[in-house]
């Protein structure tokens, strides 16, 4: 287990939506931009994690000292 100070858990949180949005971003709306068919799967995926990095971002911010 990871032992994070509060000013790296601080970082983290401010920083792990702005991954989030860039994963939705490259999975989910990248498949309006790409020359290939519609991928539910993928959207599917990259929804997932863009709710998944959100959940890890809550997590963090509310962990103990």
């Known amino acids: ?4 100070k509060r000013d ?3 970082m983290l949180v ?3 939506p702005d991954i989030a949005n860039i994963a939705a971003g ?3 709306f ?10 539910v799967a993928v959207m599917l ?5 863009w709710a998944f ?3 890890c971002s ?3 911010a509310g962990g103990a000292e």
């Open 1 to 4: 287990m990871i032992e994070l």
């Open 8 to 10: 790296q858990r601080a």
């Open 14 to 16: 401010d920083k792990l």
């Open 26 to 28: 490259g999975m989910v």
């Open 30 to 39: 990248g498949q309006f931009l790409a020359a290939r068919p519609l991928s």
């Open 45 to 49: 995926f990259g929804a997932g994690i």
């Open 53 to 55: 990095l959100l959940w």
């Open 58 to 60: 809550f997590a963090l």
